[in-house]
């Protein structure tokens, strides 16, 4: 985006980005079932039912968590609003229905209790530090590993991006981590939303995409475009175009 964008010019952008993520992902949802978390809303989810698990059974957990998010009452903002009257003893409607599902799930009062404090507080800093994003969490955490381990892996026969690079989608392809690889087709794709790879990842972040899925969404679109670019079938024998090997 232009430096001395209007606040109208800079939504309309947004818009854009978010419409041509939205397409993307409509087309190749079908593709992705290999990745755990293709949305990030997930990870949430999963760190929920890891804080109840440590307050009861694995099995009335699962059940908290899946009703709370069934009850609209798993996200990050609504179980942060809540940490103030929770901390203090003094739970509104919203806190003593959660309390009512954790008991009735088995959770003693006191332990159900405690993990909803547990909950709140994990909200409130993940909202407070993150926007309410938990991808930014595990990015902001993530960065110092991936410096590190270029560090540790030595790659002395190739340069310190291209270390860098592999080390992400090393990462990307075994933990599913959401972080993002520096393509050429993320470099193309910003150029035609006149935008950057910030505010490419911002709109992601928005959308609760997995920045990983990103890449490879943006990945397919540069290959397509590729295909679509090339010379006629009778100009075009003996050329190919240059793919990045496929994962296993």
Known sequence: MS????????ESVREAISDALAAMLEEYQPSFDQHQWP??????NELVFCVLENF????????VARAMSELDLIEVAKLAELADG???GKPVRRARLILGLLEEAGFSEQAADRALRALCEAARAVESRYRGKVQRLLRHEVDPLV???????????MSEE?????????????????IY???QSTRAFCRQMETSPAELVAAADQMDINVAILD??????????????QPSAGGARGQAVAQEPEHV
């Open 86 to 88: 929770v901390a203090t």
């Open 39 to 44: 949305l990030e809303t997930m990870r949430w």
């Open 3 to 10: 430096e001395g964008a209007s606040p109208i010019q800079e």
């Open 216 to 229: 490879e969404l943006i990945e397919r679109w540069y290959r397509g475009q590729q295909e679509t670019e």
């Open 181 to 183: 690889l520096e393509r």
């Open 147 to 157: 410096q590190n381990m270029v560090k540790t892996l030595g790659f002395h026969s």
């Open 56 to 63: 009861s059974s694995e099995r009335a957990a699962k059940a």
């Open 162 to 178: 291209q270390a860098r690079q592999t080390v992400i989608r090393w990462l990307q392809n075994v933990l599913n981590l959401p």
